[in-house]
């Protein structure tokens, strides 16, 4: 595909982009700053600004050491996310330290704006955020752009070279990658990305830190709510592995009838509670976004608010970490492995593939391919106290032992980005 092709693509689909918007935006009562945002209109925050661009909630928490090192050094931020829920992460870390929109939509008209609006410094992307558009014009203004905390997975890497007219000149407009692996770096290069450009720097979540509140918020639920019950977390599960999660504790409760899940949605919305089995009988389920009461009776808590997974993990004694039994690629195993929580998770961990390996080399992960495996690997688990918490110190030796991404990445970026303090 040349640029030229992909930019009147882009001018096509927008008025279909900015309904999505609309939709994805509407529950939170945002749309009509979200559209102008979208376009490029956004309020300019303080001059010499560094931009910092982070998909969502995950990558926001991936990048927030980065971002507080800019501000600790007096430079001013500015940070755009995809998705309300990453910007209400944001806020919650940061407050009004720094400044916040969407980012454009990948048409000129709207990068133009946007930048010209911003005038930032200097560009910051995390993971892989790869917009022709925005990307070659931050080089055609000779912003010094970076791409942090880099990945790319064999599958993503068929579906770029299907674009080898364009994804040379799309990368050339990274000054430096840092990036997660040595594989990760490889597969860049195919892409045409020069090898002097990349560093291996590790992966950023290994220095997530954890929110200390949820995690002090959790464990005392646990000690007032369910002291003496086997209770197990199922984190980020997609709409189809929910009914999995379901016969898995239905299984369990075979063998302990005391057995508590916490189930915690990656689409809280999209749960129905009529797909409960009919056997745990009314009462069974407590909605927390309701504050329904746990007693003995209760199967099952819903984890149906937003923001408040660290506070189910540390309430559990184990963890099946979401996105694993579909083809979605699995959710960060990282943070339940920085509580010595012991992780199961399924095939479909492409995403995540090194984090996934290390954890599996180390016994701190799990692997699972359907509700039997699950109802048998948590009978284990909780059949043995001392395995469970071997499993769980396991993890979080890997965990420990990884630490550093983010230091490394930000010498990195003071010396190629030219970010001396402000």
């Known amino acids: 595909m ?4 992909y930019r009147g693509l882009m001018r096509l ?19 009509r700053q979200a559209i102008a945002e979208r376009l490029g209109w956004v309020n300019a925050p303080a001059a010499s600004v560094i931009w910092v661009h982070a998909a969502s909630v995950g990558e926001v928490r991936a990048v927030a050491a980065i971002v507080q090192q800019a501000l600790d050094a007096g430079h001013a931020v500015h940070l755009t996310t995809n998705t309300p829920t990453g910007r209400q992460a944001a806020w919650e870390r940061f407050g009004d330290t720094l400044t916040q929109s969407y980012p454009p939509l990948d048409t000129p008209a709207a990068v ?30 000779g912003i010094k752009t970076a791409l942090i905390n880099a990945r790319l997975s064999e599958r993503s ?19 430096w990658v840092g990036v997660q692996s040595q594989a ?38 646990r000690t007032t709510h369910a002291a003496k019950r086997p209770v197990w977390v199922a984190a980020s599960v997609r709409d189809r592995e929910s009914a999995i999660m379901l016969e898995a504790h239905q299984y369990l409760r075979e063998r302990y009838p005391e057995a508590l899940l916490l189930l915690v949605p990656r689409h809280p919305a999209s749960f129905q509670l009529s797909a409960l089995p009919d056997a745990w009988g009314p009462g069974s389920c407590a909605q927390h976004s309701k504050s329904e009461q746990v007693d003995t009776n209760t199967a099952m808590v819903l984890g ?9 993990l540390a ?27 012991p992780i199961i998770m399924g095939p479909h961990v492409f995403n995540f593939a090194g984090v996934d390996a290390l954890l599996a080399a180390a016994g701190g992960r799990y692997r699972v391919a359907n509700s039997a495996d699950l109802a048998a690997i948590l009978e284990s688990l909780f059949d043995d106290a001392a395995m469970r918490k071997r499993a769980g110190s396991q993890a979080l030796s890997v965990v420990n032992q990884h630490r550093g991404a983010a230091q490394r990445t930000w010498q990195q970026l003071t010396q190629r980005l030219k970010l001396r303090r402000a």
């Open 2 to 5: 040349t640029l030229w092709l």
């Open 13 to 31: 689909l927008g008025p279909v982009l900015l309904l999505a918007t609309l939709w994805r935006y509407r529950q939170y009562g945002n749309q």
């Open 112 to 141: 133009k704006r946007f930048l010209n609006r911003l005038q930032p410094r200097a560009a910051i992307r995390v993971e892989l955020e790869l917009w022709p558009t925005l990307l070659i014009a931050l080089q055609q203004s």
């Open 157 to 175: 890497l068929q579906r770029y070279q299907r674009l080898r007219g364009l994804m040379p000149r799309v990368l050339a407009a990274f000054n």
């Open 184 to 221: 990760d770096a490889q597969r860049l290069q195919a892409l045409g990305l020069p090898a002097a450009r990349i560093d291996v720097t590790g992966n950023l979540k290994f220095d997530q830190v954890l929110d200390p509140a949820q995690v002090a918020a959790g464990r005392h639920w």
């Open 304 to 312: 149906d608010t937003m923001g408040e997974l660290t506070a189910f």
């Open 315 to 341: 309430a559990a004694d184990i963890a099946f970490v979401g996105g694993s039994l579909v083809p979605v690629g699995g959710h960060n195993p990282l943070e339940p492995a920085a509580l010595g929580v």
